[in-house]
């Protein structure tokens, strides 16, 4: 069965600093392409990060570049997202996914997780 789990989420004020993590079981993890998405209340879910299976790789949103890194260890298969200087703007739910490909479209990615709330208080 798989299973993404998000983790690491909550309020952090403006300035602040969060790592999400997500860990993964039900698959072999290190032949998955892994991203992050988040998705604000009455908005639809956009692309925030992603990185190749070797970790070689990473894209991240415009605007994100600079305040946010993904990563993963292969070897405990997790994924990771540490979010710097955040914004009242980075507030969503953020989904982490597996996919085949290295894209910023959700439908590229064939398993979800359930979401991490992030709150970034002014």
């Known amino acids: 069965q798989v299973q993404l789990v998000e983790s690491g989420g909550g309020l952090v004020q403006a300035g602040g600093s969060l790592k999400l993590s997500c860990a993964a079981s039900?698959?072999?993890?290190?032949?998955?392409?892994m991203g992050w998405f988040r998705q604000a209340p009455g908005k639809e879910r956009e692309f925030v990060s992603s990185?190749?299976?070797?970790?070689?790789?990473?894209r991240h949103a415009d605007s994100v570049k600079g305040r946010f890194t993904i990563s993963r260890d292969n070897a405990k298969s997790t994924v990771y997202l540490q979010m710097n200087s955040l914004k009242p703007e980075d507030t969503a739910v953020y989904y982490c996914?597996?996919?085949?490909?290295?894209?910023?479209?959700?439908?590229?990615?064939?398993?979800w997780g359930q979401g991490t709330q992030v709150t970034v208080s002014s």
């Open positions: 996914a597996a996919g085949h490909f290295l894209s910023s479209s959700p439908n590229s990615y064939a398993y």
């Open positions: 990185i190749t299976w070797t970790g070689t790789t990473t």
């Open positions: 039900g698959f072999t993890f290190s032949s998955y392409v």
